[in-house]
């Protein structure tokens, strides 16, 4: 088994998602008392957003590189950024390593096309449902991307990084975050990604007759079939 290298804290409320599905498909894999080989880094979440709305990706980035370089100095095979805003500087860590990075919308949009997926929503933090780092690698794999409209994007964004982030769950929102799927299925998606590790805290896949692709999970499963030399 490889050890999984976790860059984590961007959220907690979603990395301890990671940890926990990470352990339990090991477990399911393998049987027994058998769980991840893991090493995990959780940054000050407070210092990196603070940077995010600055614009500073330079600084964000040197920052998740450093912390690369030492999950990789811990033993970690390759990598698995616990976040889908901060894979924008992604190629940034990927640069600062020798070890594989396991890229979050690459993951996603295998399961999409292995699913006939060619048009697809996806919410997320307004730099993830505006700017091509994320948008652009889910069109290079062919797939067709819809996102909200404006006044949705700054609802759907507000409610990340003033509740879930904080680990406050309202029922207002996530009645607000259905209506938005059913807008962007109303648009021509056949399936929403749920593009931020902690909107599947507030919404799941019972919650609506759209099918949702929760990056958590598709990523989680990812790096254990990694792990395992599956993939």
Known sequence: MKTIGLIGGMSWESTQTYYRLIN?????????????????????????????????????????????????????EFLVLCTNTMHKVASQIERSVNIPLLHIADATANVLKKDGITCVGLLGTRFTMEQTFYLGRLQDHGIQVVVPDESQRERVHSVIYNELCQGVIKPDSKAMYLDVVASLAERGAQGVILGCTEIGLLIQGSDTEVKLYDTTEIHAEQAVQYALGRI
Request: net charge negative.
């Open 24 to 76: 339990q498909r090991v477990r399911e894999e393998l049987g027994g008392l058998h769980s991840a080989k893991l090493v995990l880094h959780s940054v000050d979440f407070a210092e990196i957003e603070a940077l995010q709305h600055q614009g500073d990706w330079q600084a964000t980035g040197e920052i998740l590189g450093s912390v690369a370089q030492s999950v990789e100095s811990a033993g970690a």
